[in-house]
T-cell receptor, first 114, second 117 residues
Framework: DSGVTQTPKHLITATGQRVTLRCSPR?????VYWYQQSLDQGLQFLIQ???????AKGNILERFSAQQFPDLHSELNLSSLELGDSALYFC?????????????FGPGTRLTVT | AQSVAQPEDQVNVAEGNPLTVKCTYS??????LFWYVQYPNRGLQFLLK??????LVKGSYGFEAEFNKSQTSFHLKKPSALVSDSALYFC???????????????FGTGTQLKVEL
């Protein structure tokens, strides 16, 4: 158990809908990262937050957004969903934003868009 | 941009034999390198990292990795493989994003390790 929790584990929804994925980092970690894992794209970085502020942005679509709250949990919002958004979404956390520490990953949320 | 390559999609090895999972990297500046393992329907588990120091890095579950600057490689090794080591292994490099002071991990495509009796 990495100490990073993600809910829900599975999500099935229809095209055009909006969903919210939730992540709680390890106790004491200030940085939260979101990654998408799909068969065709592999593991792709989406976005990083550090202590409530956005720090880095990757290949995140405009239909996707995220935030980190004062209690440090984070949410990833996916809207106008398309079939191609079906993937595993991982959250990871680390103590700071230096990149020197390993990131600890949650179990992931499997999103299926039908 | 930083990148890593895992040239083998799959590696097969007999239990008890040594295993090697290959990774090469391309970075500007000093490389920060990581290995993760993913079991079916699970998240990624951290195995080990190289930031600086000794070229041979020891990690979890008996795994180690050798950093070779001249060959820009960071191969994962284990002296004696177990059936339970069968999983998907990812090499990753830290990619610092100077704007905003952030960073991310850039992952390789993964290598499926199959250890057979």
């Amino acid at each position: 158990d990495s100490g990073v929790t993600q809910t829900p584990k599975h999500l099935i929804t229809a095209t055009g809908q909006r969903v919210t994925l939730r992540c709680s980092p390890r106790s004491g970690d200030l940085s939260v990262y979101w990654y998408q894992q799909s068969l065709d794209q592999g593991l792709q970085f989406l976005i990083q937050y550090y202590n409530g502020e956005e720090r880095a942005k990757g290949n995140i679509l405009e239909r996707f957004s995220a935030q980190q709250f004062p209690d440090l949990h984070s949410e990833l919002n996916l809207s106008s969903l398309e079939l191609g958004d079906s993937a595993l979404y991982f959250c990871a956390s680390s103590p700071d934003s230096s990149g020197l520490y390993e990131q600890y990953f949650g179990p992931g949320t499997r999103l299926t868009v039908t | 941009a930083q990148s890593v390559a895992q040239p083998e999609d799959q590696v097969n090895v007999a239990e008890g034999n040594p295993l090697t999972v290959k990774c090469t990297y391309s970075v500007s500046g000093n490389p920060y390198l990581f290995w993760y393992v993913q079991y079916p329907n699970r998240g990624l588990q951290f195995l080990l990292k190289y930031i600086t120091g000794d070229n041979l890095v020891k990690g979890s579950y008996g795994f180690e990795a050798e950093f070779n600057k001249s060959q820009t490689s960071f191969h994962l090794k284990k002296p004696s493989a177990l059936v339970s080591d069968s999983a998907l292994y990812f090499c990753a490099v830290r990619d610092s994003i100077l704007t905003g002071g952030g960073n991310k991990l850039t992952f390789g495509t993964g290598t499926q390790l199959k250890v057979e009796l």
